[in-house]
C-alpha cells in the first residue's frame, strides 16, 4: 500500500479553470484529466487523504471512478450528501495523525501555527491553490493539485520536501525575536495613532 495526499480537485466546478488559470478547455477536459492522473498514480490498495474541496457536486459519480482509499478532511466545498460520505473510510474536518512515521496535521486551510509546529510537526493543506509562499523554515505544504500538476502526491515527495524544514524552524532564534520585535513596534505604532 501507498500513501498519498491530494486537495482542490473541484471535480465538476466550472469556474475553478478561470479562477487558478487551469490548463484545460472545459470543466470536463479538467475532470478527465485529473481523473486519469488520478488513477495513474493510484491503485486499488493505495490511500489518499483528500484535504478538502474535492468536487463541486455529482459526488458518488467521481468517487466511484477513483482508485483508492480515501480519508476526507473537509473544505469550504465540500456539502455532499451521506450516501456520498459513505465513499470516504474516515471523514475529519481536521485530523492529526502519525504518517510513515512522521506526526502530521492535516486541515483545509493553511495554518501559521498548528499542535506541534514548533516541535518537528508537519502540516499539510490546500484551499490556496498555490498562492500562499512556502519557507524554508516552516514544515508545512500546499497539497492542492494545482502546484502539484494536477495529480495526487505521493508521501515520499512529500518526505522529501519537508525532511530538512522542520530542522531549519528555530534553529535561528535571533530571527524569531526580531520578529516579534517588528510586530510589536508595528502594533505600538498603530495604538499610538488611535490613541493620539
Known amino acids: ?18 479562477h487558478c488559470a487551469r490548463p484545460f478547455s472545459s470543466v470536463e477536459e479538467m475532470d478527465e484529466a485529473l481523473i486519469s492522473n488520478w488513477n ?5 490498495r493505495d490511500l489518499v487523504y483528500v484535504v478538502g474541496d474535492f468536487a463541486w457536486g455529482n459526488h458518488n459519480l467521481y468517487l466511484g471512478r477513483l482508485n483508492g482509499k480515501k480519508i476526507l ?22 485530523l492529526v495523525r502519525r504518517i510513515a512515521g ?7 486551510y493553511c495554518l501559521t501555527s498548528w499542535p506541534g509546529s514548533n516541535g518537528g510537526t508537519w502540516h499539510l493543506y490546500g484551499h490556496s491553490h498555490g498562492r500562499i509562499r512556502e519557507t524554508s523554515y516552516s514544515p508545512r505544504c500546499d ?5 502539484w500538476d494536477y495529480a495526487p502526491v505521493p508521501w515520499e515527495a512529500v518526505e522529501k520536501k519537508l525532511a530538512g524544514r522542520a530542522k531549519v524552524l528555530g534553529s535561528d532564534p535571533r530571527a524569531l525575536d526580531r520578529n516579534v520585535e517588528e510586530n510589536r513596534e508595528e502594533n505600538r505604532k498603530i495604538r499610538a495613532e488611535l490613541t493620539g
Open 73 to 94: 478532511v473537509r473544505g469550504n466545498h465540500d456539502q455532499m450528501p451521506g450516501d456520498a460520505l459513505r465513499h470516504f473510510t474516515e471523514t475529519h474536518d481536521l
Open 143 to 147: 497539497v492542492g493539485v494545482d502546484v
Open 102 to 108: 512522521h506526526r502530521t496535521v492535516l486541515c483545509h
Open 1 to 18: 500500500m501507498h500513501i498519498f495526499v491530494t486537495a482542490d480537485l473541484h471535480l465538476g466546478h466550472e469556474g475553478i479553470r478561470q
Open 40 to 44: 495513474g498514480a493510484v491503485s486499488r
